[in-house]
Each structure stands twice: as structure tokens, then as C-alpha cells.
């Protein structure tokens, strides 16, 4: 077993909610007009349960013993010096689609794999970690200093997208919508202090986190459902609406563009297979907003409307969130490891007599079996299972039941290299692989030697997990993608040495009390001097 200091997890709004308030959040009524719980206060408090935050460097150093998510993102990191690359890029993406809604032995689904995947990219947030300037020039990479008294204070944004088809709002929340995939424009900063030590307040804290998130689906019309901003969103910020959100279709190939604005980052997702398409940009008017840096003994909790815009005018090593486990600024990232099957729940935990685990390969339920929804309460596949982080390394995430070519296995996320320049028509001539499983590996890897920790991590057996997956490259049309998974027969033209492609262990400096520099190893990372599968 692993240690009881348990990271939760669960899909983006199952562990919103449950972080929020014991208060039921419910959807809207059937004229539309929002519930009293809806309209009521909620928000994404990373202490609490959110697979939505980002990964922090040392969760300890901020939350202490207090819960927190793990998150386990496989990633691939793009780079160019080219003006423009850290705030303005598009991708094409293909959304996966999934086998029949029927379960059975040896058969995956998209939710079973990955709650969320996601484009990121670092943003300006003079509120959030190293808090020691008022100001942030964008698209700067003088913002990319080592001095953290010099840093500005930076956010990390993810255009997150979501799979339709298990449990649904009123239970743990994890589908937007039986067969529908949906999205959200993220952006999460740090209130903490590194110099002196300082963090948020407590009262503040407890409304919106010391890790806080502006979020807001992508709407057909851009306007934000409820205030996105953590001191007034409500429930209503958190609950998909289909007349007002864009939902897409799994195999929909879809343009999303991530560009920068006078008023804040717009993102444009364009479903060129259903010809619809929504946007949404994080700026002031549309309730976006920064939370006042106020340390104790004040008691402050205010919302500064603001217009988020991209920190850097590149994209390399250097350009990174300083606070973040990740090193990474324009990157795609998948969310995995977040779902485990369940004999049988009690409340919203596997129960303490069942077990956990595929038919076959089952072991006494743990610790990490939250969250938990029956297959009675599905939306469309009727599997009882938990969205609790997978600590073991044994749930589906860690299985090879990943896009192979098996119709028993959903299709492969298919996403291109992005695009940057006036025109989008630059490529991003290097590229990176780059996973954060010695931050996730607790019980295994020492942080600060890089002693025991390993590219398969180990399970709660003490064996290595049965698989992790890997990036590849294939055709697409006239042009190449990336995928995710395992080899595919006839489509995989290169697969970059299987899991070796993460490459070594990497160092990265943090700022601790006083401005001292410490050494972690929270990554894997191989930079290649070239781009292997241009758009």
C-alpha cells in the first residue's frame, strides 16, 4: 500500500464540486433559469479535489498536509524563438472516439484513460507565485529571469476538453453529456509567496484555494455562462449547459486556435466536421480576475477584473511557470490516471469489503478509490467505478488497454504541431517529450537525488505498472500527427523508443524562503533538435 496521504482526483467538475461545498449543485431548470444551489458561491479549491489544477512543484510547501491532487500528464512540448510562439498558435485536433457502450472484458473507454487533455500555455498573473513585482509586460521573455524578485508573477493556462459517456452532473460529474465532448478555457496561479514565505489567508483561501482557477466553458457565443473568476463563480460556472456550450462529436476533427488579444487570450475551437464552433477570451468584461494577494492577518477576498494575456513572446526551456512540477509553456498535455474499476460503492468510496481493479486482475479496494459512481448512475456506460487519483499506478490510465488499433480500444487523441506567425503558417522547429512521474511517484522516488525513480511507475504491489503510454507519430492526410497510446498498426510511423522517449530524469530550480534555489527532479524530459512530425 501506499502512504495514507492520499491525492483525490477525480473528472474536472466531479472533484469541483466535492472541493466546493457539501452543498448538491444542481442544473439548471427546465425554463433555464439557475437553481438556488447554482447560483449560490462555488469554486476550484486545488487543496481540495481538482483535476483541473495544475501540478505544483512542492505540493508540501504549499498545502502542507492538507489534501491535494496528483496529477500524472505525459506531455509534448513545442519550441520556437520565433516572436509570436508563446502567444499565438493553432493546432488541428482529431477527439477520439470510443467502442460501443456496451462493457465487457478487455473493453476501454476515452473516460477510463483520461478525464481531461489539454493545450497550455504560461500567462501573466501579477497576483500569483513569486508575488514580487505589480506588473507583467506580455509577450516578454525578459519575464524568463532566474531572479525571483525580478519574476513576474505567472499563471498557467489549459484549454481543456472533455469525454462524454459515464457518470453525469448529479452524481460525481465526470461527462458533459452522454456522447457529447465539451471544453473549458482553465487558467490556474499560486498565492504564495516563495521569498518570505507568505501565502493567502486563510479565510480567502478556504473560498477560492491557495492554488485558484478561472474557469469558463467554451461557449457558442463567448460569453461566459456564470462570473469564471474564483470569488464569484457559482455553480452555474461548472455546469455544461448544451444551449449555451460547444459540444462536439468523438472523431470530430476540429481548428483550435489560441491567440492573444488586446483584452486577454481568446481561444477559437472550430469543429470542422459539424461546421460550429465557439470561442472564449479571458479578459475583464467577461468576468475573468485575479485574487488579491493578502496575506495574514488581513482577511481579504477580492476579485481584481483582469485581462489575461500570454507571459512570453517564445516558446523554450527557459520559458516555463516557476512555480509548476512541469517545465513546459506551449504544450499539449493528457490527464491520466484517474480511474479505477469498483466491485461495489458505499456513498462516494469504494467499499472498505470490495474490490478494486479489471474482472481478473482484482485486489482489495484502498485509499485512493474516491469518488465513486455505480453503473446505475451512468450517463450512457454503465461501469461502477472511482475518479480518485489512481496512487496504486493500477487503474485503466496504467493498463494496455490504450488506442492500439482494437476496436476494443478507443481511437487515439490525433493532434497536429501547432502553427504560430501573422498568418499560421510557422512551424515550431524542436519538440519536446515530457512526463511528471517522480512528482507522483511518493512512494518511490526521492526528489532530491532521483534515486528510485522510474519511467513505468510501481504499484501499490511493488511491481512495475502493466503500461504507460507513449507519444507517436502518424499520417494525417497530407500532413503528420501526433497520437497517444500504443503502436497502431498501419498508422504508427515512428514511436520514438516506446517509453524511453521521456528521456532522463531532469533538475529543475525552485525558489524556497529567503529567494534560496532548490533542486528537484519532478520530470523525465527529452528535447529534440528538430520537429519529427511538423504540422
Known sequence: MRPSRLRMGASFIALAVGAMSAVAVTAPTASGAASPAAASHRALNCRGNSTLCTEVADSEAVFGNDVYVGHDEPAVLFYSNQDGAGYRMRYQLTLPSDPPPTPKPGRAYNFELHPAFWFGLAMCDTQSFPEQMSTCTPHSDANATTDPKKHPGTAFMEMQFYPPGW????????????????????????????ISGKQLNRPCANRVGLEYVNFAFITKNGVPQAPPNPVDSTGATFIPDPSKDLFMGSGDKLSVTLADTPHGLRINVNDLTAGTSGFMTASASNGFGMVKFAPHPSTDCTNIPYDFHPIYATSSPKTRVPWAAHSYNASFSDEIGHFDYCSGIVGRHCGVTQTEGPPGNTSPA?????????????????????????????????????????????????????????????????????TDLPRIEFSTCDRTTGAGCTLIPTTDKGTPAAFYPWFSSAK????????????????????????????PLLQLKYWSIGGAVINRYNDFRHIFDYNPCPQ
Not at 167 to 194: E, M, R
Not at 368 to 375: E, G, I, L, M, N
Open 167 to 194: 457518470a453525469g452532473w448529479d452524481t460525481v460529474g465526470t461527462s458533459c453529456d452522454p456522447t457529447k465532448w465539451c471544453a473549458a478555457l482553465n487558467i490556474d496561479s499560486l498565492s504564495q509567496d516563495p
Open 366 to 434: 484502498d485509499g485512493d478509490d474516491q469518488f465513486c459512481a455505480k453503473a446505475s448512475e451512468s450517463l450512457l456506460v454503465p461501469i461502477t467505478g472511482c475518479f480518485g487519483t489512481n496512487t496504486g499506478f493500477d487503474g485503466a490510465s496504467y493498463l494496455p488497454v490504450w488506442p492500439d488499433g482494437s476496436s476494443e480500444h478507443p481511437t487515439s487523441v490525433g493532434f497536429s504541431s501547432p502553427l504560430t506567425g501573422a498568418t499560421f503558417s510557422s512551424q515550431y522547429p524542436r519538440v519536446g517529450f515530457e
Open 476 to 503: 494525417d492526410g497530407k500532413t503528420c500527427r501526433w497520437n497517444l497510446g500504443s503502436d497502431i498498426p498501419g498508422v504508427t510511423l515512428t514511436d520514438f523508443g516506446k517509453n524511453a522517449q521521456y528521456g
